[in-house]
T-cell receptor
Framework: DAMVIQNPRYQVTQFGKPVTLSCSQT?????MYWYQQKSSQAPKLLFH???????NEADTPDNFQSRRPNTSFCFLDIRSPGLGDAAMYLC?????????????FGPGTRLTVL | AQKITQTQPGMFVQEKEAVTLDCTYD???????LFWYKQPSSGEMIFLIY??????QNATEGRYSLNFQKARKSANLVISASQLGDSAMYFC????????????FGRGTQLTVWP
């Protein structure tokens, strides 16, 4: 049974057209993360939520926003996608933020910007 | 940020043989976890195995085991009896309390299993 679900799996958008990616979880975990992974690179953390507390990474562009309306769902909004935002977007969850807790990932959303 | 070194960009192994993927890391926090993930071409990041910094024994999970050398800050992944489905990118990622549990990924090792 899927524990971290991402929709859609593939998303195509046009340059500058806002897009929203969705993540949901059935694990009842407190923490939800969004990573960006460009081709042939390691994943890069964009931000995370600890409960309702939003934590942005210092180098995450303002173009990226996130919402977490409840424990189960988290959204990634890209306000004006550029060609450089084409990437795999991975959502992950963990029970706490301690170093010994496992992060579980969803299947990812592959974003194409035309 | 943590420094993670995976020195093997690509590895090749014949089916049914064992293979070792290297990982060294740098953390000053005495309490941390070391995680290995597998990423096939589909893109999903699959959790494989975990080693806690205070664990006395090396972690094992089916065909996966870790050669954990704490003093050297090294945690090499050993895959025994390789299968064609093991062909994927493998990432080493430490995680500690001082960084609010962020995962820092190495550059990865692309493993190819051939028949």
């Amino acid at each position: 049974d899927a524990m971290v679900i991402q929709n859609p799996r593939y998303q195509v958008t046009q340059f500058g057209k806002p897009v929203t990616l969705s993540c949901s979880q059935t694990l009842n975990h407190n923490v939800m993360y969004w990573y960006q992974q460009k081709s042939s690179q390691a994943p890069k953390l964009l931000f995370h939520y600890y409960d309702k507390d939003f934590n942005n990474e210092a180098d995450t562009p303002d173009n990226f926003q996130s919402r977490r309306p409840n424990t189960s769902f988290c959204f990634l909004d890209i306000r004006s996608p550029g060609l450089g935002d084409a990437a795999m977007y991975l959502c992950a969850t963990s029970r706490t933020r301690t170093g010994t807790d496992t992060q579980y990932f969803g299947p990812g959303t592959r974003l194409t910007v035309l | 940020a943590q420094k993670i070194t995976q020195t093997q960009p690509g590895m090749f192994v014949q089916e049914k043989e064992a293979v070792t993927l290297d990982c060294t890391y740098d953390t000053s926090d005495p309490s941390y976890g070391l995680f290995w993930y597998k990423q096939p071409s589909s893109g999903e990041m699959i959790f494989l195995i975990y080693q806690g910094s205070y664990d006395q024994q090396n972690a094992t999970e089916g065909r996966y085991s870790l050669n954990f050398q704490k003093a050297r800050k090294s945690a090499n992944l050993v895959i025994s009896a390789s299968q064609l489905g093991d062909s994927a990118m493998y990432f080493c990622a430490p995680r500690d309390d001082s960084t609010l549990g962020r995962l820092y990924f190495g550059r990865g090792t692309q493993l190819t299993v051939w028949p």
